[in-house]
């Protein structure tokens, strides 16, 4: 994970604030307090994945890009997580890269309701809105976009219901549930179909 994270966020996308060591990603948010989502193959290797950071502790929208509220009051609570760090493996590309995105998105909105989280915020680039609502989520924007060293930022809020998440799945014809266990406690493992599903999942890097 930490290393695909340096692969996509460090290397393709040459974000010059992230920092890396020996190749792997990680930032001072990637503590205990984190879950993370991943997909694996049968073989247990991490195809895509992302990061919840709780809002009532340090998180990357408050602690680092507040101004792009615009003096909005920044979403915070126990309903409400932060979602960073959503990425699809470089190594998947076309129709199953976009099937990922699918059954992670489908993954992250299981887990929020089985959580009794109601919303999520991000600082995103501005390119990622339409993507985000195309999957059928409802997206508002916090505040106003902000360019940026390699792009154009903005704060968003996404609803988090069960019928976004419904719309989801027929969007993207996922016909049930795909969270597949919790092992452990911090991270959970995304069925991935016809594409296989690991049977466990260390915490260490990937």
């Keep these: 994970m930490y290393r695909q994270r340096h692969d996509i966020y460090v290397v393709r996308r040459k974000w010059r604030a992230l920092k890396s060591v020996a190749g792997l990603e990680k930032d001072q948010f990637d503590t205990a307090g984190a879950t993370y989502l991943l ?3 049968q073989t247990g290797k991490v195809l895509a994945g992302l990061r919840l950071l709780p809002t009532g502790g340090p998180h990357l929208f408050a ?3 507040p101004h792009l509220a615009r003096g909005q009051t920044i ?4 309903d409400t997580l932060e979602l960073t760090r959503f990425y ?3 190594a998947v590309r076309g129709a199953p890269a976009r099937r990922l995105v699918g059954l ?3 993954a992250l909105f299981e887990h929020c309701l089985q959580s009794e989280v109601r919303r999520l915020t991000s600082v995103v680039d501005t390119f990622l809105v339409p993507r985000m609502e195309s999957l059928g989520w409802q997206v508002r924007m916090l505040g106003a976009p902000e360019r940026y060293d390699e792009g154009v ?3 968003v809020e996404i609803a ?3 019928a976004a998440l419904e719309e989801m799945r027929r969007r993207r014809g996922i ?3 795909v969270l597949q266990k919790r092992v452990p406690r911090r991270f959970e493992v995304v069925g991935l179909g016809s594409l296989g599903i690991g049977s466990a999942l260390a915490s260490g890097p990937t």
């Excluded at 979403?75 to 126990?78: K, T």
């Design 175 to 177: 016909e049930r549930g």
């Design 153 to 155: 930022a903005v704060a």
């Design 160 to 162: 988090v219901t069960r």
């Design 104 to 106: 992670l998105a489908a």
């Design 75 to 78: 979403p915070r609570g126990s």
């Design 63 to 65: 602690d680092l890009y």
């Design 88 to 90: 699809v493996s470089a």
């Design 39 to 41: 997909a694996l193959d």
